[in-house]
């Protein structure tokens, strides 16, 4: 039987593993192409076997997001290959290191890379593919996260600079029936989430949710999937969060 997204083409940057990968299984279960994009290769191949197992197609591509050049020239091979994009997921990020700590003593090339991986990057992306968006009256979703509504890291600042681009390309892409959503994950069972967090936090953190169970990167992508079907089609201009209903904000420190 057809999935929902047969014949549909769906471009997931940050692909390469963890929500990303998620994200291009759970489209691929429901028949879509997938355009899969990384800054490291390692672990695409591993992506496109999965999404083609569980029953879609699939390319790939390295971009470095935090790289204009990048962005454009792969933003030019995608427009070559398909006409029309039905949806665009901004997946990819930073989140270790430095960026989840206090935000003071970065210095100015830090905090350049960190906006231009996790704010710009995504927007230029959005807006150099804006021909095939528009042509399918396609979507955009943008990964933001809880850290971003009471930021206290330069991971959620980024984050809650990327809710306000949220809402400024909803508006500006309405122009072509494009819409735009972000989409807030809480603290969800990924390798990248788990090696951030320590154990103790991890714990408090948890059980601070009003559903008790851990939220897995599946959650995330199925929210992905609805807002990108027939049914999630009336959703616009919206940062969503999916956190369990998780009482603490901003908890990256």
């Known amino acids: 039987m057809a999935g929902k997204f047969s014949g549909k083409t769906v471009l ?3 692909s390469a593993g963890g929500l990303g990968r998620a994200y291009a299984e759970a489209f691929a279960r429901e028949g879509a192409h997938l355009v899969l994009a990384d800054l490291k290769l390692d672990g695409l191949d591993e992506s496109k076997a999965l999404v083609e197992r569980a029953g879609g197609s699939a390319s790939v591509h ?4 935090g790289v204009e050049e ?3 020239a792969f933003a030019a091979v995608v427009l070559a290959l398909h006409d029309s994009l039905d949806v665009l997921i901004n997946n990819a990020g930073m989140h270790a290191g430095e960026i989840q700590r206090g935000f003071f003593g970065l210095g100015m090339a830090k905090w350049q890379q960190f906006f231009a991986v996790n704010t710009l990057g995504p927007v230029l992306l959005a807006e150099a593919l804006r021909p095939a968006l528009a042509k399918a ?5 943008n990964k933001s996260s809880m850290a971003s509504y009471t930021p206290a890291t330069a991971y959620g600042i980024t984050k809650a600079a990327l809710n306000v681009f949220t809402n400024a390309m909803a508006m500006q892409f309405g122009a072509d029936e494009i819409r735009c959503v972000g989409i807030a994950p809480g603290l969800m069972q990924t390798e990248a989430a788990r090696g951030g967090v320590a154990d103790d936090t991890w714990e ?4 601070m949710q009003s559903v008790r169970r851990q939220g897995t990167a599946e959650d995330i992508a199925n929210l992905g999937v609805f807002l990108a079907s027939d049914e999630g089609s009336f959703v616009n201009n919206q940062t969503i969060l999916c956190d369990g209903g998780n009482q603490m904000r901003g908890f990256r420190f």
């Not at 408090?204 to 059980?207: T, V």
């Open 137 to 141: 009256k396609g979507l955009i979703i």
């Open 12 to 14: 997931v940057t940050g």
């Open 70 to 72: 990048d962005i454009l």
């Open 62 to 65: 390295r971009v470095d997001l």
């Open 204 to 207: 408090r953190l948890k059980g």
